[in-house]
């Protein structure tokens, strides 16, 4: 148990004593079958009313499917959106500090400078594990940003450093886990309550195939959860988003067989680039993306490019020189892939002969 940690030292003051936003849904769920409280069109077509700003359906769905109660999840518009309601909860800007570990999402940094936040980036080592030893040196930082399974590495954080971190970090851990339905049982969802320091983030925007709708879930204790609450844009998530996803999570199969089908996309993809002389190293993956390692990752990536196949040029990322970021695609989409790998290779060993 983390014995630091005191959540209400840590929420901004002005957030701690704002009256949030009280809108019409807010002051009025009930049933009822005269709505006059919110200005609205009358004439219905699915849309002309305001959402659930808490949306509920939604949530007890999302609850159902975590083991959670719904009382620990919030939802944005995506989970870019969450990263930038936690900042705000807890950041003072120009004073407060957040700790990155690059290489990692991009985000993390980007809203942080929009905050106007101090950045400590701790780099990871050199098996993309977090640096405990550093990032304790570092304890007067509000917030910890670590990624698992990390992109752009793909490796998961061992559960080991997690617990460590989470025993002694004084602030609040956001733990992003956009491509844990990737990793097989690697979530720490199921031991969120023994955790008052953490907020999971996951999305519907990777194995939920929903990145177009803009959905993003941050799981944290009841406490945590109403902070956030207090600073969320009233009605966040949409009415055709809110529909869209609770259709899409009944059939929690179909997902699973779309996981399955990438995951051995993803075996074959990892066969099929170790046979390529020029890929020094492909990284392990956790995820729906494979990390390679080739001689010149720009050349890769315009050959590529000229064939019409877009991959992720990381090469410009310290620590990440000369590598390259591979989505996994469907079947055919991957085959192009190979067919275009090849030929490269049939060129690079003619002129390396
Ligand atoms: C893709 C991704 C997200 C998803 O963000 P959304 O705003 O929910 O689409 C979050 N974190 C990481 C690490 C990602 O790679």
Do not use: H
């Not at 609770?246 to 066969?271: M, T, Y």
């Amino acid at each position: 148990m983390n014995t630091t940690f005191n959540l209400e030292n840590l929420i901004r003051p002005n957030v701690k004593t704002l009256s949030p936003y009280s809108s019409a849904r807010d002051e009025f769920s009930g049933t009822s079958s005269v709505f006059l409280d919110a200005n609205e069109n009358p004439f219905d077509n699915g849309i002309n009313r305001y959402p659930d700003p808490q949306q509920w359906d939604l949530k007890k769905r999302l609850a159902e499917l975590k083991g959670l109660a719904k009382e620990n999840l919030i939802l944005g518009n995506g989970s870019d959106e969450i990263i930038d309601l936690v900042m705000r909860a807890f950041c003072e800007p120009a004073k407060d500090k957040v700790i990155i570990c690059s290489p990692t999402y991009g985000m993390y940094r980007v809203a942080a400078q929009i905050n106007d936040l101090k950045i400590c980036d701790i780099k990871l080592d050199t098996n993309f594990q977090p640096d405990v030893e550093a990032i304790l040196e570092n304890n007067d930082a509000k917030l910890l940003f670590l990624c698992s399974p990390n992109n752009p590495t793909g490796n998961l954080i061992d559960q080991g450093i997690l617990e460590e971190l989470l025993a002694k970090f004084k602030g609040l851990i956001v733990l992003d886990e956009a491509y844990i339905d990737f990793a097989a049982d690697a979530s720490l969802v199921k031991e969120l309550d023994q955790y008052p320091n953490l907020i999971i983030l996951q999305t519907l925007s990777k194995a939920w195939a929903m990145a177009g709708i803009r959905l993003g879930i941050g799981m944290a204790s009841s406490e945590i959860i109403q902070v956030l609450n207090k600073i969320k844009p009233p009605y966040n998530i949409n009415t055709l988003s809110q529909e869209k996803a609770l259709e899409r999570l009944s059939d929690e199969k179909k997902s699973q067989r779309e996981i399955r089908l990438l995951l051995e996309e993803r075996d074959e993809l990892i066969r099929e680039l170790r046979k390529l002389s020029f890929v020094e190293k492909v990284f392990p993956s956790q995820a729906n993306f494979i990390l390679i390692r080739v001689v010149d990752a720009n050349k890769l990536y315009n050959f590529l490019i000229e064939k019409g196949i877009v991959i992720r040029n990381r090469s410009t990322v310290v620590q990440l020189e000369n590598c390259l970021r591979i989505s996994i695609g469907t079947a055919a989409e991957n085959q192009s892939l190979f067919k275009a790998l090849r030929e490269l290779e049939k060129a690079f060993t003619i002129q390396t002969q």
